[in-house]
């Protein structure tokens, strides 16, 4: 039985307020919840309240969401069972009412959520991979895809594509896909260096280099990759996150870096060519969330060897999945927490996305905190894959981390099977 719950303000990665809930148990056990926070949010996004006070965090406070979880949702969910984790959450969703969590906070349901799926964990004497669903739990290592360069609007728009990424897939093992995501990285850092070309650290931990235009980086990305040793495509691919939606006023799509601006015709041409003269094995919002043709031509035409993923289109949320799966329009999902608002309905969208045969992907926010729920969460589901940012800083590396440790306590049960992931495009 949940005996006591509490919540108060901390502080993301980027040293903006967010949520922390504690649950507690009659026999003294506690749960934590630590709530992300992202900067390039989709529209259909849960809503994450804020108190908008511009005297107070420059209006990013979160007083009333940590209110909110002291009062009317602490009244709803003290003295039920914190092993029900599904009945806890359509409690607090039907408290709040609204279809996007808005009068109470996704980041305050979630906060609890999170806190309570910690704290059954605990009373179980289970790791949290090993209690978070109600089947059987997964064993699968997940395929890490890893940020070499930021932009957009984790980096103030120094380049208009937000990530340019790294995926091992010709590693054998989680562990490899680690050290050649390092050899890769610093193969990098030692060219921009030797370059002059280092402005800084983007939002995720990645590097916000000067280019003069968005080709220069894919040139970077080949180099990096082939200064350390692997053959591109092969060995290490590129992955991309467009964050389209960011990109696309009145009807085209801006790339100010390049100075040009795109149809959407244009821009699908656009993208294709990038896939064609680049080893791109990955793309995440390729075109706006509103975009739907494209989104359908796309998928179409190379959907059987790129992975194609919706975050913005989707926003973690099951209509707007079940809608994509229908229409054909990706071949994969970005699953983020707090996109949606609560543990159940995130492994809810996993299932979802599996069922269709396509491939989730776990991700991280680029607001983060020093939590590795995700790491358990991609586990327990089998997901096969994680995007958590770069391979620096702690509230990166506490999730790639946080797998070497799941890994260990699954032994000889603790499987991986990389870049074999994508066969399931094929299909
Ligand atoms: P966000 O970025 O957390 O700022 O939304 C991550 C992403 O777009 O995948
Ligand atoms: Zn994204």
Partial sequence: ????????????????????????????????????SGASTGQFEAL??????????????????????????????????VHQQRQIDEAMIALDGTQNKSR?????????????????????????????VDDDFGSLIPLPEIQLVGGGAHAHWRTDIQDFLIIANGASSYEQTLE???????????????????????????????????????????????AAGYVPGKEVSISLDIAASDLYRDGRYHL????????????????????????????????????????QKLT???????????????????KLIEKGIAQKMANSVLIKLNQIGSVSET????????KAGWL??????????????????????NAGQLKVGSFTRSERMVKWNECIRIARKLGDDARFVGGDIYQALKS
């Fill in 300 to 318: 179409l035409e190379i959907g059987d060897k790129v992975q194609i993923i919706g975050d913005d289109l989707f926003t973690t949320n099951l």
């Fill in 360 to 381: 989730p992907v776990v991700s991280a926010r680029s607001g983060e905190t020093e939590d590795a729920f995700i790491s358990h969460l991609a586990v327990a589901t």
């Fill in 1 to 36: 039985k949940i005996t006591s719950i509490d919540a108060y303000q901390i502080f993301d990665s980027r040293g903006q307020p967010t949520v922390e809930a504690v649950v507690g148990l009659e026999n003294g056990m506690e749960g934590i919840g630590l709530v992300p």
């Fill in 256 to 295: 100010p870096l390049d100075k040009k601006d795109y149809s959407s015709e244009q821009f699908y041409a656009l993208i294709l060519d990038w896939c064609q003269r680049y080893p791109v094995l990955s793309i995440e919002d390729p075109f706006a969330d509103t975009d739907f043709e494209m989104w």
């Fill in 48 to 81: 994450e309240l804020r108190d908008n006070n511009a005297k107070c965090f420059a209006g990013k406070s979160v007083y009333q969401a940590i209110t909110n979880i002291k009062t009317e949702l602490s009244t709803l969910v003290i003295g039920m069972d």
């Fill in 104 to 132: 109470l906070g996704a980041n305050a349901i979630l906060g609890i959520s999170l806190a309570v799926a910690d704290a059954s964990a605990k009373a179980n004497h289970k790791p949290l991979f090993a209690n978070l």
């Fill in 347 to 354: 492994i809810d969208a996993i299932r979802l996305t599996q």
């Fill in 180 to 226: 050649v995501t390092y050899n890769v990285y610093h193969a990098g850092e030692a060219i921009l260096r030797e370059r002059g070309l280092l402005a800084g650290c983007a939002d995720e931990g990645g590097f916000w280099p000067s280019f003069d235009n968005h080709e220069a980086i894919f040139s970077f990305v080949v180099e990096a990759i082939e």
